[in-house]
């Protein structure tokens, strides 16, 4: 396992981040306790220090799990939480409010079983609560020590610019770390929130990088295995995802590796700073995600999933990287400008 740094916090990552949403057997898809405790255990064993969880996932289950199992090794880990989202139907339990923020930092410092979360997120934007007011809110409560660092989730790129831009004029901490689904059949970050993490030197945290279990090739044979999605159902189905699927599932066959692997070792190769947000229901799951430590994607590999997977015209960027476009631009400063 190599390691991250967390945006410009100097806290160490793993570049693997167990995301433990399976922590439970709430919501009908995770693990019991006790392969929760064997997931947790094997992904500490190949060295890995850096788990997410929420709230609201398995109803509050993942983080008391969590918080059970990390115990003896809490000084070592790095522990994501997040807030936003809620199941109750109480009105102000909800959004981001800095009434929901303190309650909900609360419930989960006490769930957890710590004085402290090292990176805690802003789950979701709820176009409610101005930039100003979120910073100034998150800095009081980083002030307060419950929290190391934030994170932002699932939020526009532009109001995350216009947040840490708030935050450096004021001095104030910005976000360390940015999540969003990111995945070989999901890859719009590529516009503005990847570029975005690179300006402003936020660690990219991608999850669902398997895409809910289509990166598999479970979904292109018929079985009788229960599954999460159904076709004509679920959009993640369709006709090109699962040619997508079947494109990597016969790469995966050449190379000698699985599909989940290849689809994970993609993740982390696409983007410098990053660390995957994968989950497993099972130890076996998790294991042979495990093995993506063990070997990289050559440079043919990565152009070739690249090319499979690429999305549509990413302007202004790609406009600005045409030749002429270049050309114009800096006319008359050739040999002065190093670019």
């Excluded at 959004?95 to 805690?120: A, C, F, H, P, W």
């Excluded at 669902?208 to 999605?229: C, F, I, N, Q």
């Excluded at 290849?262 to 700073?273: D, F, G, L, S, T």
């Excluded at 690249?306 to 406009?319: E, R, T, V």
Aim: with cysteine.
């Amino acid at each position: 396992m190599d390691y991250k740094l967390l945006g410009k916090t100097g806290i160490k990552v793993s570049e693997l981040c167990l995301g433990t949403m399976t922590f439970g057997t709430d919501w009908n898809f995770g693990s019991n306790k006790e392969e929760s405790q064997r997931v947790f255990d094997a992904f500490c064993n190949a060295g890995g220090n850096f788990f997410d969880t929420a709230n609201i996932y398995t109803t509050g289950t993942s983080e008391k799990y969590l918080g059970e199992f990390m115990q003896s090794e809490r000084d070592n880990l790095v522990i994501a939480s997040k807030y936003s989202l809620t199941e109750s139907n109480k009105i102000n339990l909800s959004g981001n409010s800095r009434k929901n923020m303190t309650q909900s930092v609360e419930g989960s410092l006490k769930r957890l079983g710590t004085d402290y979360i090292d990176l805690y997120y802003v789950h979701a934007w709820d176009f409610l609560v101005a930039p100003e007011e979120l910073m100034r809110n998150l800095e009081y409560l980083l002030a307060s020590g419950k929290i190391l660092s934030i994170g932002i989730s699932d939020t526009p790129a532009y109001i995350t610019s216009r947040c840490n831009t708030l935050a450096e004029l004021r001095g104030w901490n910005q976000f360390a770390a940015y999540q969003v689904e990111y995945c070989l059949t999901e890859r719009t970050a590529d516009r503005e929130i990847i570029p975005l993490c690179e300006h402003d030197d936020m660690l990219f945290c991608g999850f669902g990088p398997l895409a809910a279990g289509l990166l598999t090739g479970k979904y292109l044979e018929e079985s009788s295995d229960p599954k999460r999605m159904t076709k004509g159902v679920s959009a993640r189905l369709s006709e090109r995802n699962l040619a997508m699927s079947a494109e990597i599932k016969a790469l995966s066959k050449e190379i000698g590796h699985t599909p989940s692997q290849v689809a994970i070792r993609w993740a982390m190769q696409i983007v410098k700073k990053s660390s995957p947000i994968f989950g497993a229901r099972s130890l076996k799951q998790c294991e042979e995600n495990l093995k993506v430590l063990d070997f990289s994607l050559s440079s043919d590999q990565m152009d070739k999933l690249n090319l499979i997977s690429k999305i549509g015209p990413n302007n202004p960027n790609d406009f600005l990287k045409l030749q002429r476009v270049v050309e114009i631009l800096y006319a008359g400063q050739k040999g002065k400008i190093k670019k």
